[in-house]
């Protein structure tokens, strides 16, 4: 991987597709590290001490540590990536919004500005529930009166603006950087963490005791798991395909061997981040609520992120989004059909539907496999950290995140190089 963006530095243009994503990385640790007015932040540092090691504090992780310090990226994007599921998800119950996706590339821009627009509400109404939240934690300067509202307006512009503005930044990286815009600012903001996640760490060891035993075999688990999701990121089915031959004129086309690949991870990390947008929902209802609510205590006792239901809640999840996801991007109707327009065909399998029926099966063991990879990957961190009393619940989906990230990221940069390297037909 470090070979490959070693080699991507050497040629010009894509040089500068990775100055430009650093800089617009830069741009968002720089909104990251500004507050928005109206707060006292002596008083919300104290508030965000204790939400570590619960579902505040993943999202704080994504954010880069925005979200505890109420800056102006405070909301990420999250709003973008629910704005998305939503989309995907009626896409699939509109006819005609899924024959818009359809159309191409003006379909796309279409969608694309739909999901623009519903960014911005969901980016309003969840800087509403983190203001209402700030409120009840008491942190506000001025909290009635006309000082009171002018002070709201200002808060809530402020989480909106900068939710639109991640979003912004995220497309000028998918048109300008090295793709995937989305990914890679979370991945930004959780390598920012890095210092502070090392800080935690080296608390637990001068602890003592069991954390003398508990802190290394953190370190090797974590190496561990790196190793696991590299190996299965590049894990896959082939399906073989054997082409007909078939003669045009004199010459002789066709005959020879090749085969489907079916990655065993094929979604990548798009499950875990749809699942955590999800299950944040109860935590941004929770925000609305005042401490003494019948709500809030059943949140803390029943929803929290080291809870059995939280866990099961988020397992089921990643399984569910990542089939989803697989049956956006796989339609094995239309894979039969270009198999047979090109004479080609499985071993043993008829064209046509039964092809079909059998590219869909391996499709769902694979993905099956997949799925329940990275659910065990996202959950073990949380039945480790139950049981050994430490903050490492949320390091499994970081760590997929991130090696995901990187993994994606290096592969676009391969495959940038290779089309540049690819002389033609002419030379």
């Known amino acids: 991987m470090f070979e490959t963006f070693r080699n991507a530095l050497k040629i010009p243009d894509l040089r500068k597709k990775m100055l430009y994503t650093l800089l617009v990385i830069i741009a968002f640790r720089i909104g990251a590290a500004i507050p928005v007015p109206f707060l ?3 008083k919300l540092k104290t508030v965000m001490q204790g939400s570590s090691n619960t579902l505040m504090g993943l999202l704080d992780t994504l954010t880069g540590g925005a979200l505890s310090r109420a800056t102006l990226f405070a909301m990420s994007v999250t709003p973008y990536i629910n704005a998305s599921i939503i989309i995907q998800l009626l896409a ?7 024959r818009l996706m359809k159309e191409g590339e003006v379909g796309r821009r279409k969608v694309a500005q739909i999901t623009r627009y519903t960014t911005l509400g969901l980016g309003l109404l969840q800087g509403i529930a983190y203001y209402f939240y700030l409120r009840t934690s008491g942190v506000l300067v001025y909290d009635s009166g006309f000082a009171g509202v002018w002070a709201a307006i200002v808060i809530v512009a402020s989480f909106t603006a900068g939710a639109t503005l991640m979003m912004w930044l995220g497309e000028r990286i998918n048109d300008n950087g090295v793709g995937n815009g989305i990914s890679i600012l979370l991945f ?3 390598i920012s963490r ?6 935690t760490m080296q608390r637990y060891w001068t602890l003592g005791g069991k954390y003398y035993v508990l802190v290394p075999v953190v370190a090797i688990l974590c190496i561990v798991v790196i190793a696991a999701i590299v190996f299965m990121n590049a894990a ?4 073989p395909v054997q082409y007909a031959k ?5 010459k002789m086309y066709g005959g020879q061997s090749t085969f489907i690949p079916i990655k065993v991870i094929m979604s990548g990390v798009m499950p875990i981040i749809f699942a955590v947008s999800i299950v944040s929902l109860p935590q941004m209802i929770t925000m609305w609520t005042p401490p003494n609510s019948w709500w809030y205590k059943f949140y803390t006792t029943w929803l929290s992120s080291t809870s059995a239901i939280y866990a ?3 397992f089921i999840l990643i399984i569910l989004f990542n089939f989803f996801y697989v049956s956006i991007q796989y339609n094995p109707h239309e894979m039969a059909n270009n198999l047979k327009k090109n004479n080609g065909g499985i071993p043993g399998i008829r064209p046509g539907k039964p092809t079909s029926d059998y590219i869909q099966r391996c499709l769902s063991r694979i993905s099956f496999i997949g799925a329940i990879f990275l ?3 996202a959950i073990a961190p949380i039945i480790l950290a139950t049981t050994a009393g430490m903050d490492i619940s949320l390091g499994g989906t970081t760590l997929l995140i991130i090696v995901g990230v990187a993994l994606d990221t290096a592969k676009q940069l391969e495959s940038q190089m290779m089309m540049r390297h690819y002389k033609g037909f002419l030379e």
């Open 92 to 98: 699939v119950a509109i006819p005609p919004l899924e």
């Open 40 to 42: 006292d932040l002596a």
């Open 375 to 377: 659910g065990i990957v």
């Open 188 to 190: 930004a903001g959780i």
């Open 246 to 250: 078939r003669v045009v004129g004199r």
């Open 194 to 199: 890095g210092p502070a996640i090392v800080g």
């Open 236 to 239: 896959e089915r082939r399906i």
């Open 312 to 314: 099961i809640s988020y």
